[in-house]
């Protein structure tokens, strides 16, 4: 066998196996919704468990666009939660003035999440033109402080719409000098208010299953490869060809329309936004890394187990009040040793059923 058919060989085996990993991930999330399904079907999910199945939606694609950042391009980044607010209070907003209208609200909850998602991606591709420019530590200061300075403007920003008017101000309420008649939409630390309850399960789902099958087809493309060669050898990346801040770009602006989705689906799950801006800060952008490190920096099946695994164990735990916190660290720190532990990483590509399969094929 010649030398070039062999490594078409090897590229399409490779190739094979990415699209199997792939396929995977997939069927994972599709059966997850299966069974959570079934499972509500039966009276089997009480009323608890169920108003966290959206908000577990949102936190797994924060985790999955946040992976996309950390994991495949390679670059630390600490306010991922601005994205994330940017979407839900530009979705909010949308939702709050159109509310007013005869449009369609299936249609208006649908452009609610495009606006979000298209409102965070052109802050994500602004914010990236400098920010890209930067590697390691600066970057996440950078990154850090654009998410405090988007959750510190939404905290001081009054919006109203009065006579078919938008009003706005940073100063107060009255500073709007609104009718009786008027309507408050963005009203500074308390957020918004009387938002469209038109977040469900399944949407949510299919939310989370579209930032999953765009990162694994980004991933798997040549797109995807020319990314993470820039995160294993920046200067091998550059001397081949491969225009490094382009890409870069590109993988900064989806992550940030993915963390959009999420954030216009957070908008719409309450009937008030009891997520204020105070909330879209420096701990839940720590939250998202967390699912990223623990999942296994790199993989998206990782991420989403790791988010699902770290959102339900305080809920479901919460019967045994402070101790539930005690179980939750050592989940962390037992997932942090499987997932990095040389030995034991050994051990789980030893007993991997999945690659067993392979050896035989071959």
């Not at 936190?59 to 940017?86: K, Q, R």
């Not at 890209?132 to 530590?137: A, E, K, P, V």
């Not at 408050?184 to 469209?196: A, E, F, K, R």
Request: charged content about 10%; glycine content about 10%.
């Amino acid at each position: 066998m010649s030398e070039q058919a062999k490594n078409v060989k090897t590229k399409s085996a490779f190739l094979t196996k990415q699209t199997k990993s792939s396929l995977g991930t997939i069927g994972m999330v599709v059966a997850l919704f299966v069974i959570v399904q079934i499972l509500a079907s039966l009276g089997l999910v009480n009323s608890h468990m169920a108003g966290l199945l959206v908000p577990l939606c949102v936190y797994v694609t924060m985790a999955v666009s946040l992976n996309l950042v950390v994991g495949i391009l390679g670059e630390l980044s600490l306010g991922h939660a601005g994205f994330m607010c940017l979407g839900a209070f530009s979705a909010a907003f949308f939702s709050k003035w159109m509310e007013t209208t005869s449009m369609n609200p299936g249609l208006r909850f649908i452009l609610a999440i495009l606006i979000g998602g298209l409102v965070a991606g052109i802050f994500g591709f602004l914010i990236g033109i400098p920010v890209l420019r930067l590697n390691g530590d600066y970057l996440a200061i950078v990154t850090l402080a654009f998410g405090e300075i988007i959750k510190n403007i939404m905290n001081v920003l009054y919006v109203g719409i009065d006579n078919g008017k938008l009003r706005f101000s940073m100063k107060n309420q009255a500073a709007l000098g609104m009718s009786k008649d008027g309507v408050m939409i963005i009203n500074g630390p308390q957020g918004v208010t009387g938002t469209p309850n038109d977040a469900t399960f399944l949407s949510g789902f299919i939310i989370l299953l579209l930032a999953v099958i765009i990162v694994l087809n980004l991933v798997n493309s040549r797109t995807g490869r020319a990314v993470m060669s820039i995160r294993d050898n920046r200067i091998a990346a550059e001397s081949v060809g491969i225009n490094i801040t382009k890409y870069k770009m590109m993988a900064f602006t989806i992550s940030a329309v993915l963390a959009g989705f999420a954030g216009a689906l957070y908008a719409h799950n309450l009937a008030s936004l009891i997520a204020t801006p105070a909330r879209f800060g420096y701990n839940m952008s720590i939250l998202f890394l967390v699912f990223v490190v623990l999942g296994g920096i790199g993989s998206t099946r990782g991420s989403i187990i790791a988010a699902i695994i770290l959102t339900l164990i305080p809920e479901v735990l919460r019967f045994i009040g402070d101790y539930r916190m005690l179980i939750y660290a050592i989940v962390m720190i037992v997932m942090m040793i499987i997932n990095w532990n040389p030995k034991c990483k050994a051990f789980m590509e030893a007993h991997n059923p999945f690659k067993k399969k392979e050896k035989e094929v071959a």
